[in-house]
């Protein structure tokens, strides 16, 4: 098993850098024929949908579909799936990132009885505190 990097994610979906884009394509097809899989961790997520918002300009309805297809492609492996499925759940309905969704999540899964947060975004999930300044 081999570890995909963010950057090889977004060179995958967006196709911007031809060269790039090729060998991403080639190297993740390479598995698919061989039966193998790919790990992604959750920080390569995060990072992944940072940038299609952030420099692609994706809404938040072209990402979740992505995200999804990623968790059910058979070469990707997702650590820690079951968490990424659901914060890929509270993505689609609420208005907070899914790096704070997944973090969230992965911190109730730890034993956390909250998260404590300044982001407002966030006051009405039940897994996140809002303090103020």
């Known amino acids: 098993m081999k570890g995909l990097d963010t950057n090889l994610l ?3 979906i967006v196709k911007d850098a031809p060269r790039q884009a090729a060998v991403a394509v080639r190297e993740i097809e390479a598995v698919r024929s061989r039966s193998e899989s790919l ?14 918002r952030a420099a692609y300009g994706l809404s938040r309805g072209e990402i979740a579909p992505l995200l999804e297809q990623m968790l059910i492609t058979v ?3 997702i650590a820690d799936n079951d968490t990424v499925r659901q914060a890929l759940n509270d993505y689609r309905v609420g208005p ?4 704070d969704y997944y973090l969230g999540r992965a911190n109730a899964a730890a ?9 407002a975004a ?3 999930n039940p897994r996140f505190t ?3 300044a």
Do not use: M, N
Request: with cysteine; proline share 3%; hydrophobic share 50%.
């Open 111 to 119: 034993g956390a009885e909250t998260t404590l947060t300044f982001h």
């Open 122 to 124: 966030l006051r009405s």
């Open 39 to 52: 790990l992604i961790q959750p920080v390569a997520l995060c990072e992944l949908v940072w940038v299609l």
């Open 75 to 77: 070469q990707f492996e």
């Open 130 to 132: 809002l303090l103020r």
């Open 96 to 99: 907070g990132d899914f790096a």
């Open 10 to 12: 977004v060179r995958y």
